[in-house]
């Protein structure tokens, strides 16, 4: 019998759009609130760096739970857990539009984080039981399409929502999307197996704490006066949380790391996190400042990345069901290299704007080439019982390189420039490609590390 035959592959591509709606709704939130924030400023009469928390309590809610998510849903099952956090998301997003102040608006918002952090692991997880191993880089490759879609729709869905109806009307428009989520999961999302996995109190404790000391520390920068604390409280937390990983319990059992791709996986994915969040911020910045171009005429030039995104995410997707993931990661990481590399001489020269239009094509090439491949090989030879641990390292890995990526290159373009930043992100894509060489393909020496976990 095929695994073909064993999986039933039309209800497994119906689950996959049910999860696929809950993940547009979490991605769509954050490209539409960055929009709408100086109108929240404005309305409620603060300053822009207290509108930011709308978006950074969001983030922190987002990334700090990721880890225990996707373990509880191991334990409590996955389709369980992606319904709840459905429901959480939408009755934050039902709140934060009815929020009277901005103090309430950033609680819903933390609310709402609180909801997308349940979500976001089960979708992988769920993917990787109900797809055999030969469609799950198709499977990935059409998931994918949901983030070029949000990043595509966002900005231009947010900015006719917040001129035709206000900022409220944002998040109003997550109640009927989150009404359809709830009832197309419960209908296609399989309840799975759970498994009897006990988790240890203390090392939820220790996660929470080192991530939410950590996550802090980045985003207050390093003028803040509670960076120290903030470090030794994280480094603290972070080292107690890994040496209770050898217990019963664990969060993240030590025991993934003994599988190849899930390491080198892990830390091509923060690379990613690193560049697919900070690349757009010195490209803005150069093409307002020195270009001289409008917010509104800036934010178009992101357009291509997103659109070439839609369309070879599920072509690249397929072509990681045949192709070896060391392959396709070093293929995409050389395209980002020379991308970011071109785009940065680009600025030095003043080269014309189609050309920082081709580079930016460059970007999205580039990245559609890692995106499903990694998400297939480093969920591939993980056993169900810890597939929702191993999802949630995946997902805390990729958001803490975004909020690692944003803090250092926000800090490279305030003293050196947009193109010095863009130099350092092609420094960081480097790095990637020569981790990306330890990726092994399916089938050599090293399957039985994966067996030894089950």
């Known amino acids: 019998m095929t695994a073909e035959t064993e999986h039933n592959l039309p209800a497994a591509w119906r689950a996959l759009a049910a999860l696929s709606l809950g993940f547009f709704m979490s991605l769509l939130d954050q490209t539409t609130v960055a929009v709408a924030l100086p109108t929240i400023a404005a309305e409620f009469d603060v300053g822009y760096a207290t509108a930011a928390w709308v978006s950074s309590a969001y983030l922190l809610a987002v990334v700090v739970p990721l880890v225990v998510s996707g373990r509880l849903g191991d334990r409590f099952g996955h389709r369980r857990l992606f319904l709840g956090g459905i429901a959480v998301f939408t009755a934050g997003?039902?709140?934060?539009?009815?929020?009277?102040?901005?103090?309430?608006?950033?609680?819903?918002?933390?609310?709402?984080?609180?909801?997308?952090?349940?979500?976001?692991?089960?979708?992988?997880?769920?993917?990787?039981?109900?797809?055999?191993?030969?469609?799950?880089?198709?499977?990935?490759?059409?998931?994918?399409?949901?983030?070029?879609?949000?990043?595509?729709?966002?900005?231009?869905?947010?900015?006719?929502?917040?001129?035709?109806?206000?900022?409220?009307?944002?998040?109003?428009?997550?109640?009927?999307?989150?009404?359809?989520?709830?009832?197309?999961?419960?209908?296609?999302?399989?309840?799975?197996?759970?498994?009897?996995?006990?988790?240890?109190?203390?090392?939820?404790?220790?996660?929470?704490?080192?991530?939410?000391?950590?996550?802090?520390?980045?985003?207050?920068?390093l003028d803040s006066p509670a960076l120290i604390l903030l470090g030794v409280v994280g480094l603290a937390a972070v080292v107690a949380f890994l040496l209770r990983q050898r217990r019963p319990g664990a969060l993240i059992p030590l025991r993934l790391f003994s599988v190849r791709n899930f390491s080198v996986g892990v830390g091509t994915i923060v690379v990613m996190g690193v560049v697919a969040s900070s690349t757009l911020i010195p490209l803005m910045a150069w093409l307002q400042d020195v270009r001289g171009l409008g917010a509104d005429a800036a934010g178009w030039f992101a357009a291509p990345m997103a659109v070439v995104g839609f369309v070879m995410g599920p072509i690249c997707g397929i072509l990681s069901d045949r192709v070896p993931p060391k392959t396709m990661h070093l293929i995409g990481f050389t395209i980002l290299g020379i991308a970011l590399t071109s785009m940065a001489v680009g600025m030095y020269i003043d080269a014309p704007l189609w050309f920082i239009v081709l580079t930016v094509t460059g970007l999205g090439f580039g990245q559609s080439f890692i995106w499903a491949a990694n998400a297939a090989a480093v969920l591939g030879d993980i056993p169900g019982p810890d597939m929702g641990a191993a999802s949630g390292v995946y997902n805390t890995s990729r958001q803490l390189g975004g909020v690692v990526g944003v803090a250092i290159t926000g800090a490279v373009l305030a003293t050196a420039g947009a193109a010095p930043a863009l130099f350092v992100l092609a420094g960081v894509v480097f790095a990637g490609l020569i981790a990306a060489g330890w990726f092994r393909s399916p089938g050599m020496p090293g399957r039985e590390a994966a067996n030894a976990l089950e």
């Open 93 to 221: 997003a039902v709140a934060s539009a009815s929020a009277s102040g901005i103090t309430l608006l950033i609680v819903c918002r933390f609310i709402q984080g609180l909801g997308a952090a349940a979500l976001m692991p089960q979708t992988m997880a769920v993917i990787n039981q109900v797809f055999p191993r030969s469609r799950r880089g198709a499977a990935y490759g059409a998931w994918g399409v949901v983030g070029s879609l949000a990043a595509l729709t966002g900005p231009v869905l947010a900015g006719i929502l917040v001129a035709s109806g206000g900022w409220r009307a944002i998040f109003w428009l997550h109640l009927p999307l989150g009404i359809a989520a709830l009832i197309l999961g419960a209908l296609w999302i399989p309840r799975g197996i759970r498994h009897k996995t006990p988790i240890d109190a203390l090392s939820v404790f220790y996660s929470l704490l080192g991530l939410t000391a950590v996550v802090t520390a980045v985003q207050e920068g």
